[in-house]
Antibody, heavy 118, light 107 residues
């Protein structure tokens, strides 16, 4: 059974940093690209960042480019998101998602909540 | 960035009826279009990928069609558990975007 478990969310002040983690199990982690998708309270889905299976390629939404960094450790079956210079508009539930080898996300975690507020 | 526009924003139907949801892209996305269902307090669930392929475990009443810029998700006969928010999503190189969602509510 595929499982994605996010952690690391919490309340943080504007301008500070936070690192999210996603622990993956139930599939061959280093075969697939992985992503972070967020959802602000009461809003729709926003893709944040993605990373290829071997970390050779990454992508970022314009809204986080230059502030967030995605990484992975295939030996630990883990995905990370380093978030710097956080803003109030980064407040959201952050989901870890597995790419299905194509162009969509076939498994999602339950999310970790990030709240940016003073 | 490719923008996806979903319509209608809200769709009010009764169980047993047919639902037709639309997603229009600001430029061609070929067939790289997926559909998700999200219920309150839950993570999104993949329904359709590459425009017309049902994901694992998705009932046959869900179908997707379209290519280029115009796509449709059809639910042939609504079940009570189908009332939720539906999102489309596209991929273009390392840029992924979602539509704003269609809320399917019980009439």
């Amino acid at each position: 059974e595929v499982q994605l478990v996010e952690s690391g969310g919490g309340l943080v002040q504007p301008g500070r940093s936070l690192r999210l983690s996603c622990a993956a199990s139930g599939f061959t982690f280093d075969d697939y690209a992985m992503h972070w998708v967020r959802q602000a309270p009461g809003k729709g889905l926003e893709w944040v960042s993605g990373i290829s299976w071997n970390s050779g390629s990454t992508g970022y939404a314009d809204s986080v480019k230059g502030r967030f960094t995605i990484s992975r450790d295939n030996a630990k079956n883990s995905l990370y998101l380093q978030m710097n210079s956080l803003r109030a508009e980064d407040t959201a539930l952050y989901y870890c998602a597995k790419e299905n080898g194509g162009n969509s996300f076939d498994y999602w975690g339950q999310g970790t909540l990030v709240t940016v507020s003073s | 960035e490719i923008v996806l526009t979903q319509s209608p924003a809200t769709l009010s139907l009764s169980p047993g009826e047919r639902a037709t949801l639309s997603c229009r892209a600001s430029q061609s996305v070929s067939s790289y279009l997926a559909w998700y269902q999200q219920k309150p307090g839950q993570a999104p669930r993949l329904l359709i990928y590459d425009a017309s392929n049902r994901a694992t475990g998705i009932p046959a009443r869900f179908s997707g069609s379209g290519s280029g810029t115009d796509f449709t998700l059809t639910i042939s006969s609504l079940e009570p558990e189908d009332f939720a928010v539906y999102y489309c999503q596209q991929r273009s190189n390392w840029s992924y975007t979602f539509g704003q969602g269609t809320k399917l509510e019980i009439k």
